[in-house]
């Protein structure tokens, strides 16, 4: 690649990097992997002919030129936002593409089977359903509507957040129950979430028998009968061998949020008071 050749793409690696603090962070904000963020880093570099970036163990900062280009790229980055608002704000009706973030369980169990009724409907409009564990950042037009479990703690005056429902988590268990108490935990780093404190309290320091952030990688553990997890109970019934047991141990705010420019939208709006319905239908 030669400078006449830097597209988009390399500057919103660029901008990307600016705001890593780490190759690893950078990869995962880009969706790719460590090795090829490195590759295209320094692709990146070889186009411009400059040292864009000083490289320390686990750590990326930017050098001066670089900050320079950033600048200019960030420029660019605003422009491309306010054509798409544009763009979206011609629309009169709801026709095109709506990209929705939602944790796994609400977007297979609540949002996907909806799909049908929504394009009946608006036979114009089709959605995109990402269900990354990372939160999506809606300030930078990642997706057009995010649905969160608890309280948005990146709300500002881009964004538009709403409550729309309460999610239920219940313990699950085999349908022959095991006869030790044994667990499937959340991933230690997810030891801020209500639900992954509930199952450690139960653990008490012991080592469960299973980690997972895939719900639904956890239920089918639950229904070998490798042991107890808390689940949503939108999960009841969804995977044989598993049953609920009792009523509900916890509960946890949905929240939907939007651009505040691009959720004024016909097809932004239309989408988001759909997957409010849906969440609402469920959880009520």
Not at 123 to 150: H, Y
Not at 235 to 258: C, D, F
């Amino acid at each position: 690649m030669n400078i006449e050749q830097i597209d988009w793409e390399d500057l919103h690696l660029l901008l990307a990097a600016s705001r890593a603090d780490s190759l690893n962070a950078l990869a995962r904000d880009m969706g790719i992997d460590a090795t090829t963020a490195s590759r295209r880093l320094k692709s990146l570099e070889r186009a411009v002919d400059v040292s864009l970036f000083v490289r320390t163990r686990g750590g990326l900062a930017l050098t001066e030129p670089a900050k320079q280009l950033v600048a200019y790229a960030q420029q660019i980055e605003q422009s491309e936002r306010r054509f798409r608002l544009a763009a979206h704000k011609l629309r009169s009706v709801p026709a095109g593409r709506v990209r929705i973030s939602a944790p796994p369980t609400l977007a297979r169990y609540v949002l996907a089977p909806g799909v049908a009724a929504l394009q009946e409907q608006n036979p114009g409009l089709s959605i995109d359903l990402e269900t990354e564990p990372a939160n999506v950042r809606l300030e930078r037009l990642e997706a057009d509507i995010a649905v969160r479990l608890g309280v948005p703690g990146d709300a500002n005056d881009d964004l538009v957040a709403r409550k729309i429902g309460r999610a239920a988590y219940a313990v699950f268990s085999p349908v022959e129950e095991p006869a030790s108490e044994r667990w499937i935990a959340y991933p230690q780093r997810f030891a801020h979430v209500p639900e992954a404190q509930w199952v450690e309290s139960r653990l008490n320091g012991t080592a469960p028998v299973l980690r997972s952030n895939d719900p639904v990688a956890m239920a089918q553990a639950v229904a070998s009968g490798a042991g107890y997890a808390v689940l949503p109970e939108l999960m009841n019934g969804t995977v044989p061998g598993m049953k609920q047991m009792g009523s509900a141990v916890l509960h946890r705010e949905i929240w939907l949020l939007r651009h505040a420019e691009v959720g004024s939208t016909s097809i932004v709006r239309t989408a988001s008071e759909w997957a409010a319905d849906l969440v609402r239908a469920v959880t009520a």
